[in-house]
């Protein structure tokens, strides 16, 4: 047998041998890849792209994307390739490589090795078998915390320390228990019902009572109170260990109150006996009318029924936006068509590549029924796509969006019907769902500390219940000396309560208020924005951004008599060529086309600029070379102080330049030599739907007023065409903060809506709302400083008035239920003492209440289109 098992070991060894597997490891041979992005300095010229990528995929297994815009290279190479090689061959063509953090991060996942990396991770140091025990101990109490619905409110990551930076010490007893929503199971509700009807039926109808009923009652009660009301049960031990309080744990003392009772009945009292038959009144309002022996199994068994149903239909109609997004995340180890080019044929090739290995610029195939892995762009093809959780662009009555060529597409989104080829701008982290989950995780974050104060007051509740139910118990024992009817009513008291209604009053509200503005491209700091948007009585517009698009046009240019207006053009050009502000990209475009078409003679195509500066108001200064000719004829540059700048009032011009600045578009004069030259009017488009959007808002009674960098004339012009009611006018981009706080101190709550370049100004505001920040998303989901409270996705004005809707019908709804929720309690309490109430009547108003602020918070679901 020896000789046998040794034999077939060399011929495995053999086998192996034969097969490679014996041979030393060598990078890649895992078959795993890793993925590095760098940063590029020195890439001065496009054409270096192509040889550049060339050479490095000449590195074993290596391909690579390079994006001379952003100077970013996106590299995929075999698992232990270090990021040194890589470098090598981008220092050949003299451009230096800086890995990002990202690959910095994922290489801290390695072991540095003087030549190649390690393709093994190192070892963990072996721990003692006390220390992996208590570890191990350590990790199950929190798994186990975390599934008792443990919720502290101090901080958003429990931390037992005293908070720092003047935050209030952590004080155990403001722990709140919830009922975990893992132990609310179908198999316990299904249990609880197969045994709770017949206690119910047995105990409320007299004419099916055989005898011995109550025994099989008592019998059948055991596994409802116990197993099935065990989450129950749970929270409340639990806040009992922790000095805690547990939301339902009023519910838990009556369920086992009752039981008890009624066990004790059937053993002292004439109850027990066989025979004995029970004479109860209608189901609700006859507590005063209990028998002086009473059993309570109904109450205990219904209690828990109606809990459980109540809590499983509330979990079930809870659907939350994380849970969604994750739906429609895609495998990264899903594969996806990629085409490229043969650098050696020209042939495109196709091939199939894990999601994690596509990079910004390859090009993909989308087939129909599949879902888009990325952000990008169609390059080719047409069809319909069904959009994602996240809406930016309203869909059609069926719920799809057309694309074609030069339509952009989202992550998560699904391709309808045929195949669409798509350009990667995003991927991973970088996509805008991603972006969206992190946003919406951090608000989840912030809301558990920001809504504990309804919590806190339905913490309250519990004890004050009890203390109730002992008062309730001994006044009617001691006015009636009837046993069952005092505990009638104190069971009444405890069935009645309802806490997690009050708990709810706020929190879910604003949860699925901030979460319905996320589905539809409107970003919320936290849920006290909400609040805040309520308040807001005054809008301002950034008119640049905001009401008009971005993109801008020379429309006219007029030069002072004598001047040449190609001249007054190309100087212009010249100051703000280094500008990447939208009326600069504007003047330098139009400078170019008229270069192109040769048009103004003997001016130069070039004009040389030195010691160029912007001052705090937005003028552009410099020193730039005129052509002089002299008495013969001939040109000599001169240096002359040359100027761009944006009239605020009638008064600083004259003559035809004053009306050519303030009878068109965005004026920008010219200025050299001392003396104003011409100016250059811009025209931008007035976004679609602005008008339309600015009537709403007057409708739902906010004042709208418009801030602009122009003239008076310019600028109420503009206004007028929209119906906007005021204009703050002639204001630079550094007073326009000071400007929005003036309206503020003046007594209005103000809402300031611009993009990132007035971003100042959105600090200032009661709410700073910023429009078409999809770009500004993966910085604000890293909670940099925007000084937005609100960042919207989409590029619509009409986002603001269903904004400003969705906010006002949030708060309504919270302020309802809160009222709702302290009324009820109120009144149930009272009825309950008054011996108005059953206990099990008792147990029906409560999970009716908490399903009347489900249902009302829900409510805010339905997105209003204002």
Not at 198 to 225: D, E, H, I, N, R
Not at 403 to 423: E, Q, Y
Not at 645 to 655: A, C, F, K, T, V
Request: with cysteine; proline share 5%.
């Amino acid at each position: 047998m020896a000789d046998e098992v040794a034999r077939a070991i060399s011929q495995a060894k053999a086998a192996a041998a034969e097969a490679g597997f014996d041979a030393p490891w060598t990078p890649g041979d895992s078959g795993r890849k890793i993925s590095f992005s760098f940063e590029l300095s020195g890439l001065d010229d496009a054409p270096e792209i192509a040889p550049m990528e060339r050479a490095l995929e000449e590195l074993p297994g290596v391909r690579a994307r390079i994006v001379y815009r952003s100077s970013m290279a996106w590299v995929t190479a075999p698992e232990g390739t270090t990021p040194h090689r890589v470098v090598e061959v981008f220092g050949r063509f003299g451009v230096e490589a800086v890995l990002t953090d990202g690959s910095l991060r994922r290489q801290s996942l390695y072991r540095d090795d003087p030549g190649e990396q390690s393709p093994r991770r190192p070892r963990p140091p072996q721990r003692g078998k006390q220390e992996r025990r208590r570890a191990e101990s350590d990790r199950r109490a929190l798994e186990r915390a975390r599934a008792a619905g443990f919720f502290r409110p101090d901080a958003a990551w429990p931390t037992p320390e005293a908070g720092s930076q003047g935050a209030e010490p952590y004080r155990r007893d403001r722990d709140v228990l919830y009922t975990a929503r893992d132990l609310i199971t179908t198999p316990r509700l299904i249990v609880a019902l197969l045994f709770t009807v017949p206690v119910v039926v047995l105990s409320y109808f007299t004419g099916v009572q055989f005898s011995g009923w109550q025994w099989l009652c008592a019998l059948m009660s055991v596994p409802v109170v116990t197993w099935c009301a065990w989450p129950f049960h749970r929270a409340l031990a639990g806040g009992v260990r922790r000095g805690a309080v547990a939301l339902d744990g009023a519910s838990s003392i009556a369920i086992l109150g009752a039981f008890a009772w009624s066990v004790g009945t059937l053993v002292f009292t004439p109850a027990g006996h066989l025979g004995w038959q029970g004479t109860p009144d209608v189901f609700a309002l006859t507590a005063q009318r209990f028998n002086e022996v009473e059993l309570f199994f109904d109450v205990a068994c219904g209690t828990t029924l109606l809990l459980l149903g109540g809590r499983k239909l509330s979990i079930q109609a809870r659907s939350s936006l994380l849970d969604d997004l994750a739906a429609q995340r895609v495998d990264p180890q899903s594969q996806v068509m990629l085409v490229s080019h043969n650098r050696a044929t020209g042939q495109p090739v196709t091939e199939e590549v894990p999601v994690s290995e596509i990079n910004v610029g390859d090009d993909i195939l989308v087939q129909p029924g599949q879902r888009i892995p990325v952000d990008g762009v169609v390059i080719g093809g047409s069809s319909e796509v069904r959009p994602g959780v996240v809406e930016t662009v309203l869909p059609s009555s069926d719920g799809v969006v057309p694309v074609a060529v030069d339509s952009p597409v989202r992550a998560g989104a699904i391709n309808l019907h045929h195949r669409i080829k798509i350009r990667v701008q995003r991927t991973g982290h970088r996509t805008r769902i991603a972006g969206v989950e992190r946003w919406v995780s951090g608000v989840n974050a912030v809301q558990n500390t920001a809504v504990m104060l309804s919590t806190r007051s339905a913490r309250l509740l519990i004890p004050a219940a009890l203390s109730v139910a002992v008062a309730s118990f001994a006044v009617w024992m001691l006015g009636t000396g009837n046993p069952a009817l005092a505990f009638g009513t104190a069971l009444a008291v405890l069935a009645c309560v309802a806490p997690a209604a009050l708990a709810l009053s706020s929190a879910l509200a604003l949860r699925l208020g901030v979460e319905t503005a996320a589905r539809h491209g409107m970003l919320l700091r936290e849920g006290a924005v909400m609040r805040r948007l309520q308040g807001v009585d005054t809008v301002i517009f950034n008119r640049v951004g905001a009401l008009s698009h971005s993109a801008m046009t020379v429309e006219t240019v007029t030069a002072d008599a004598g001047e040449n207006p190609e001249l007054v053009l190309r100087v212009a050009a010249a100051l703000c060529l280094e500008s990447e502000h939208t009326a600069s990209r504007a003047i330098v475009h139009a400078a170019r086309q008229a270069r192109d078409h040769d048009a103004g003679g003997d001016i130069p195509h070039w004009i040389d600029v030195n010691h160029a500066h912007i001052d705090e108001d937005g003028t552009f200064h410099a020193q730039i070379e005129l052509p002089v000719r002299d008495e013969s004829g001939a040109y000599h540059g001169r240096q002359v102080s040359a100027s761009l700048w944006r009239p605020h009032d009638l008064s600083e011009l004259g003559g035809r330049l004053a009306d050519a600045a303030f009878s068109g578009g965005t004026p920008l004069v010219v200025r050299w030599a001392g003396r104003d030259r011409g100016v250059i009017s811009l025209h931008d488009t007035v976004r679609e739907d602005a008008a339309e959007a600015v009537g709403r808002l007057e409708s739902m009674g906010l004042e709208t007023m418009m801030l602009t960098r122009d003239a008076y004339p310019v600028g109420r012009r503009f206004a007028r065409r929209l119906g906007i009611s005021r204009v703050l006018a002639g204001i630079s981009a550094a007073r326009k903060p000071y400007a929005v706080r003036g309206v503020h101190i003046r007594g209005a709550r103000v809402a300031m809506v611009g993009d990132s370049s007035v971003s100042d100004c959105l600090k200032v505001a009661d709410v700073g709302i910023l429009i078409n920040g999809e770009g500004q998303l993966d910085r604000a989901s890293r909670s940099e400083s925007t000084g937005a409270d609100v960042v919207l996705l989409r590029r619509d004005v009409s986002a603001i008035p269903q904004l400003m809707a969705l906010a006002r019908k949030v708060c309504t709804v919270v302020d309802r239920n809160i009222l709702f929720a302290w009324s009820y309690n109120a009144v149930a309490v009272v009825a309950s003492v008054a011996g108005l109430l059953h206990p099990m009547a008792a147990t029906v108003l409560m999970l009716a209440a908490s399903l009347v602020i489900e249902g009302a918070s829900n409510s805010v679901r339905k997105y209003p289109a204002a």
